[in-house]
């Protein structure tokens, strides 16, 4: 791992957040972004290197909704940074980490994206994140 990504908060209306967070950063966010797959639309700040991922549901059934509903809204997950997303889960794997995905999926912000349950890492859930190389040589 590499670098702290991101941190995604979750949150109830993005929109009233974004003000929010535009006024705590002195930063407007430099996309918005819908993760059908994940039922959330997501929107990214950037602070030096890291980012902060604002995240709201889009359905009742979504892993923000839940939180939500269970914790109320705040830090909902930490991503690292890595190189190639497969090799980091098979180790995760490897070390007895329970992961929820068994392959990289695609997630927001140009990702390839794994998490690992909070249960196996102290009640922090954990993502993975590789960038996807758009660039064509
Ligand atoms: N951080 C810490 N603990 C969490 C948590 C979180 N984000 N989400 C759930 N939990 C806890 C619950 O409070 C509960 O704890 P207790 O048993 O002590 O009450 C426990 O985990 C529940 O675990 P579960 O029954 O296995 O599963 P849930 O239905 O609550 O789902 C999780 C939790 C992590 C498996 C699910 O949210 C998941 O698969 N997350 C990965 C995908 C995701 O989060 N997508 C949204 C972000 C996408 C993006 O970044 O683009």
Redesign the pocket.
């Known amino acids: 791992m590499n670098k702290i990504e991101h941190i995604?908060i979750a949150v109830k209306d993005i929109h009233v957040s974004n003000e929010l967070f535009s006024k705590l950063l002195n930063t407007t966010p430099y996309k918005m972004e819908e993760?059908e797959s994940?039922g959330?639309i997501?929107s990214f700040f950037m602070v030096g290197e890291t980012k902060i991922?604002l995240?709201q549901a889009t359905r009742p059934d979504?892993?923000?909704a839940?939180?939500i509903e269970?914790?109320g809204e705040g830090i909902?997950?930490i991503a690292f940074g890595v190189k190639n997303a497969q090799t980091e889960l098979e180790r995760l794997l490897a070390n007895g980490f329970e992961m929820?995905n068994q392959t990289p999926k695609q997630?927001?912000d140009n990702k390839l994206?794994a998490?690992a349950?909070?249960?196996s890492t102290n009640?922090?859930?954990t993502?993975i994140c590789q960038e996807i190389n758009t660039h064509v040589l």
Request: proline share 4%; glycine share 10%.
């Open positions: 995604g993760v994940e959330v997501t991922e995240l979504s892993a923000i839940k939180f269970k914790k909902h997950h929820l997630g927001a994206i998490f349950h909070p249960k009640g922090v859930l993502e």
